[in-house]
């Protein structure tokens, strides 16, 4: 009787419960139905190399322009004060000879400036306004780009859907076979081509709004530095 029940514990202890197997199966067979993302985008149809164009290019513009722009909003704090220095002390020469070595769009604004020093102070401000419209469509070159693959994307996107799903539903129009695993699974391979669209235009879109941001901040020290100059072409020289 002892023997028997000890039999009994040992078996419950070592041999898996039911349900214990029957969830290491399902989750074996879980794990085999996975799809890499790899795969999962190769089965998005022909439609996914244009897309993929479409992404290269929005990551090289972002690249490109973030570069350029970061560059032309630096500029030494001590630049304007050694300007102001320079023009106060009546030393207009070695002013624009600093402007002149100095990279950026405000140095450029600046000695264009003081290239029209001894002409009206309007026609001094209207040059280097005109200077300074030339150096924002500078930066915002080939910003436009961006913008058109943040709107064509999606509509590529929804383009393979919709080609998918024709093809899905003459498919089944010849076959006659309408169960749910074959249009659940045509209609969700070609719906990756309207999720890469997405994607692809809310980061195009992200990154267009955030390089207009970088460039309204060097415009607004444009700005700054131009009525800087003009105060310093109104103070009496030394």
């Known amino acids: 009787m002892i023997l ?31 799809i ?32 350029t722009i970061s560059k032309a909003g630096r500029l030494e704090d001590n630049f304007m004060p050694m300007i102001r ?14 402007a002149k070595n100095t990279q950026g769009p405000i140095a450029r604004m600046i000695d264009k400036g003081i290239q029209r020093i001894g002409k009206p102070i309007d026609s001094i401000e209207k040059s280097m306004e005109n200077v300074g ?40 129009s010849i076959t006659s076979d309408i169960t749910l695993g074959t249009i659940a699974g045509g209609i969700y391979v070609k719906m990756i081509t309207s999720a890469t669209g997405l994607i692809i235009g809310i980061v195009a879109f992200i990154g267009y709004s955030f390089l ?16 800087e100059f003009t105060d310093i072409l109104q103070e009496p020289t030394r």
């Open 212 to 227: 207009n941001a970088q460039i309204d901040k060097v415009v607004n020290k444009m700005e700054g530095a131009a009525a």
């Open 36 to 67: 890499h993302l790899i795969d999962m985008l190769m089965k998005g149809g022909v439609l996914m190399i244009p897309l993929g164009i479409l992404s290269l290019l929005a990551v090289y513009v972002f690249v490109e322009r973030y570069i």
């Open 4 to 34: 028997g029940l000890i039999t009994l514990l040992q078996d419950s202890l070592l041999l898996p419960k039911a349900d214990t197997v029957a969830q290491g199966v399902s989750a074996t067979a879980a794990a085999q139905q996975q």
């Open 133 to 172: 419209k030339l150096e924002i469509y500078r930066m915002e070159k080939n910003l436009v780009i961006l913008s058109i693959i943040a709107g064509i994307a999606p509509m590529f996107g929804f383009l393979g859907t919709i080609a998918g799903m024709i093809q899905t539903f003459f498919n089944i």
């Open 85 to 98: 220095d320079q023009i106060t002390s009546g030393n207009i020469q070695s002013a624009r000879s600093l």
